[in-house]
């Protein structure tokens, strides 16, 4: 079955970009890779979704290199109210195409 | 507004009893989750259905049943054989096997 990691947290300050990456092995080679912001108390909420290279929408970017073993979620310039917890989600390969999330990287950003 | 609704937002569960746990969605998607999450931990899967009136297990199913007997609406049912059910639980849809899933604001349920 794939597998996803990612760190357990990390600490950042305002107006700094942070890079948040995801390890993940047999994962689906033909589906997307996908990220999610999560605050206390609520349901986790979309943010980028991609296949490969780079994506980027106006939150922030994905970057996916070509051997698809990790993908590197981008927030420019936080603000303390992107203190969260990111999740990446990928789709295990074959026909088992379960969902596998990471256990989620606790941003803490600071004044 | 389009969207996926959970209801209540808190809950109790008494020893021995059943509580059950509303999942609605009108954003005509196929695919339903339940999740659930322990403080500090990330997402469990407890069950998923890919379309009505069929849904599997997923990894933690034990002490749960669910039913999807409507496209909208897939309830969560916690019974009393679930004997650690303090937890928050999360809802999910999604259109199709993407990884793009739209999320409740979860249900917490407590034990009294």
């Known amino acids: 079955l794939a597998k996803t990691t990612q760190p357990i947290s990390m600490d950042s300050y305002e107006g700094q970009e942070v890079n948040i990456t995801c390890s993940h092995n047999?994962?689906?080679?033909?589906?997307?890779i996908t990220w999610y912001q999560q605050f206390p108390s609520q349901g986790p909420r979309f943010i980028i979704q991609?296949?490969?290279?780079?994506v980027t929408n106006e939150v922030a970017s994905l970057f996916i290199p070509a051997d698809r073993k990790s993908s590197t979620l981008s927030l420019p310039r936080v603000s303390l109210s992107d203190t969260a917890v990111y999740y990446c989600?990928?789709?295990?390969?074959?026909?088992?195409?379960?969902?596998?999330w990471g256990l989620g990287t606790s941003l803490a950003v600071n004044p | 507004d389009g969207g996926i609704t959970q209801s209540p937002k808190y809950l109790f569960r008494k020893e021995g009893q059943n509580v059950t746990l509303s999942c609605e969605q009108n954003?005509?998607?196929?695919?339903m989750y339940w999740y659930r999450q322990d403080p500090g931990q990330g997402l469990r899967l407890i069950y998923y259905?890919?379309?009505?009136?069929?849904?599997q297990k997923g990894d933690i199913a034990e002490g749960y049943s669910v039913s999807r007997e409507k496209k909208e609406s897939f309830p969560l049912t916690v019974t009393s054989a679930q004997k650690n059910p303090t937890a928050f639980y999360l809802c999910?849809?999604?259109?199709?096997?993407?990884?793009?899933?739209?999320f409740g604001s979860g249900t917490q349920l407590s034990v009294l």
């Open positions: 989600l990928a789709l295990n390969a074959g026909n088992n195409r379960k969902l596998i």
């Open positions: 047999n994962i689906a080679t033909n589906d997307y």
């Open positions: 259905s890919q379309i009505v009136n069929d849904f």
């Open positions: 991609g296949y490969k290279t780079k």
């Open positions: 954003l005509n998607h196929d695919a």
């Open positions: 999910a849809s999604s259109i199709n096997q993407s990884g793009k899933l739209f």
